[in-house]
C-alpha cells in the first residue's frame, strides 16, 4: 500500500505589485524552515504568479493525493466563501477528467485564528500606548 502524498498550499489574494508580495515569500522560507519534509507551496488567487490552480495542478502531477489550501486572509469574505470554492470545484473536475484524483481541502483563513487576533490586539495596544 502507497502512503498518500499530503501537501499544503498557502493562498494569498495576490498583487502585481512586488513590494506586496515579498512578505509571503518571506513567510514561506519562515514556514519551510520549521517544518522537516512537509510540502508547503505558495500561490495566489488572482494578480501574481503561481497561481493557486497552477500550483495545484503541479503538486497534483508530483503525485500529491491530498492537499490543504490554508488562506493568508484576514477574513472569510466573497472570495474565500464563494469564488475560491467555485475554482477549487473546477479544477477538481478537471484532474479528475484527465484521470488525477486530488483531495482539495480548503481551510478557514488564518486571520480567524486566536493567535492572529491576539498579535493584531496587542500591536495595536503598544502602538496607541506609545502615541500616548
Do not use: C
Not at 499530503?6 to 515579498?22: F, I, K, M, P, Q
Not at 512537509?38 to 497561481?51: F, G, I, T
Not at 481551510?107 to 496587542?122: D, F, K, R, T
Amino acid at each position: 500500500m502507497t502512503a498518500q502524498k499530503n501537501a499544503t498550499v498557502l493562498l494569498a489574494h495576490g498583487s502585481s505589485d512586488a513590494n506586496w508580495l515579498a512578505p509571503f515569500n518571506d513567510l514561506l522560507i519562515r514556514i519551510r524552515s520549521g517544518l522537516d519534509t512537509q510540502r508547503v507551496e505558495l500561490a495566489y488567487m488572482e494578480l501574481a504568479h503561481p497561481s493557486m490552480e497552477d500550483q495545484i495542478r503541479q503538486l497534483a502531477t508530483e503525485g500529491f493525493s491530498k492537499i490543504d489550501i490554508l488562506p493568508l486572509f484576514f477574513a472569510a469574505g466573497r472570495h474565500l466563501r464563494k469564488d475560491v470554492p467555485g475554482q477549487l470545484d473546477t479544477l477538481k473536475a478537471a484532474l479528475a477528467d484527465s484521470g488525477t484524483q486530488v483531495e482539495l481541502i480548503l481551510h478557514p483563513p488564518v486571520g480567524l485564528e486566536p493567535e492572529v487576533s491576539s498579535a493584531i490586539s496587542n500591536i495595536v495596544i503598544r502602538q496607541v500606548s506609545a502615541e500616548s
